[in-house]
């Protein structure tokens, strides 16, 4: 369910109730290389047709943006879907809400952000095809990672991971060869961003390196990326 | 209406008498008591009057400590209830303000200008984000639940003290760790890391932006069942007046302002250690030092 021709900018379609957001954003997109369409609700957004990617806030009167991302998926609609969430939730809250949205953002952002994650999120998806964010488990050479029992196997040997690591490894392992600042990962899993406090992202980090016995210096799976952040390098496939 | 009842006979009675005197009663009642029952009488009567006296005042003793408790259970309701309410208030000012900053944000974005005076209308928009974002988020850490696990605390200081040099080169030097391990070690402890390390490196952060120069110590000792880490620095200190206001949100000590912060610290460090059934105190000498103490029960591991 695409509408991209090989030549063509893709369709993006954006979705959030207030005006003064979607004039700024869709201006920016726009600039960014997107064909931009604008709907005011989840009721207009579905009625919208066929889409690339959508970049859809959560809280919208009539149809609202998780009750979207069901109606999408519903339809066996794989596009990739990229949740601007504005109530400070953890990713495990987040994607125990709507399995099936590729991306949370919180508000406010930095639009630059955004761009980046609809560009990896494109990158990620092949048309027609349920991404790993949407499924339930996953594989990435001896490495599974059953999402929903949140369980993790290296060559069928149970591993013991703490509930922040495995959340972690969920996270980093649905969006592979992506690179995650240490901030938006602290933000985006922890649900807090107070100053100072990415350490608790490198402990876990840390952590499953040492439970995978992962290298740093010449890493199978999590490499890290010049005090960057972090990047999942193996290849995912669902399991 | 207790006190009618009671007096209700001795006025029936004098009620009775003067009917009877005035109608001329001249008739006496003469009891022959033998000497021994009579002194055993008037003892137990005297005794009766006293423990009377004594019952009085012990249910009077009760009834004021009910008073005072309920007054304490009151003032801890209204407490909770007034914090309550301030969450909830944060919360709904953090969303509201969420959707003009991004608006402001996006637009910007959209003009795709690089005129340096829309960079600083972009900074300021994020900054008051990041504001009530950490207050929404301080306020949420209150009635969050722990992510319990069994915690090292000399590491997490070790490791917060290791932050702290880092970030600050300067202060390096000048920090110090000393770790009580005779007789006995800190136990580990049920924590949650993550959390007890924002709290530590807060603490140890602010003895280095607050002392130029002298020792900064950061001693970890166990204390009747309790670990305690206890940060100490010979810094500009803090006016007397402003001790107890430290904690609180956006409080920002008068000798303070010529450091940059965000007033967000101090009560960050206090919600994290009360949710772990622990707390935090300052002892200040303006232009002497400071020592933070921080506790935390140590509680024996299921």
Known sequence: ?239 | MRYVVAVAPLLAGVIVAVVLGVAGERRELLIGTPLPLLIGLVGALVSGVALAVLLLVRSGRRGAARVAAAHAEGVATGAAAERDAHRRFLARLDHELKNPVTAIRATIAGLGDDDPALAVVDDQARRLATLVGDLRELAELETRPLDLEPVDLERVVQDAVAAVAQQRPEAAGRLSVTVDRVPWPIPELMADPDLLGLAVENVVGNAAKFSADGPIEVRLREDGGHAVVEVADAGRGVPLLAVDAVFDELARAGNARDVPGSGIGLALVRTILRQHGGDVSLRSREGAGTVVTLRLPVVARR
Not at chain 1, 4 to 21: E, F, G, M, S, Y
Not at chain 1, 188 to 207: I, K, Y
């Open chain 1, 1 to 239: 369910m695409t509408s991209t021709t090989p030549d063509a900018r893709p369709r993006l379609l954006l979705v959030d109730d207030d005006q003064a957001i979607t004039a700024g954003l869709g201006a920016f997109l726009g600039r960014s290389g997107y064909d931009v369409v604008v709907a005011a609700d989840g009721q207009e957004a579905l009625d919208a047709g066929a889409f690339d990617i959508a970049v859809c806030d959560v809280v919208m009167p009539r149809v609202d943006g998780r009750e979207f991302v069901r109606r999408v998926r519903a339809q066996g609609r794989w596009a990739p879907i990229i949740l601007l969430t504005s109530v400070g939730e953890s990713y495990e809250r987040s994607a125990a809400l709507d399995e099936g949205a590729d991306d949370y953002l919180n508000k406010p952002f930095d639009p630059q952000e955004l761009l980046s994650r609809i560009r990896a999120v494109l990158r990620r998806s092949v048309p027609g095809e349920r991404p790993l964010s949407a499924a339930n488990r996953l594989r990435s050479g001896g490495l599974v990672l059953d999402r929903s029992a949140r369980r993790a196997w290296l060559d069928d040997t149970e591993l013991t991971l703490t509930p922040k690591a495995v959340m972690l490894l969920d996270y980093l392992m649905s969006h592979p060869g992506e690179l995650h600042s240490r901030d938006r990962l602290l933000s985006a899993l922890w649900g807090f961003d107070f100053a100072s406090s990415t350490r608790a992202v490198d402990h876990r980090v840390a952590e499953l390196r040492r439970v995978l016995g992962d290298d740093p210096s010449s890493p199978v799976y999590i490499e890290t990326a010049q005090s960057l952040g972090y990047r999942f390098r193996a290849p995912v496939v669902t399991a």
